[in-house]
């Protein structure tokens, strides 16, 4: 069975504080998660174009980017 670390598509660490990874959960689909340290604060399903076989679409990062910085903000805002 493959490794969180084998089965990461795209990870970005935002604002010095929040890690945002994508991992592969199937053909085509993933995870997105947005932490801060251990503790996971959000957890949405995301598609992979082309199923991420090169890497990830650079039209996924960006909805990837814009969706961990709507969430950060509205967190933060708080």
């Given at each position: ?22 991992i ?11 932490a ?37 903000d ?5």
């Open positions: 069975m493959p490794t969180e670390d084998e089965l990461t598509v795209w990870s970005s660490m935002l604002d010095g504080k929040y890690t945002v990874k994508v592969w959960t199937a053909p085509y689909r993933g995870e997105l998660t947005i801060n340290g251990p503790t996971v604060l959000h957890r949405q399903p995301v598609n992979l174009a082309y199923n991420a076989q090169f890497g990830p679409d650079v039209d996924d990062v960006a909805s990837w980017k814009e969706s961990a910085m709507a969430f950060v509205k967190l933060e805002q708080s």
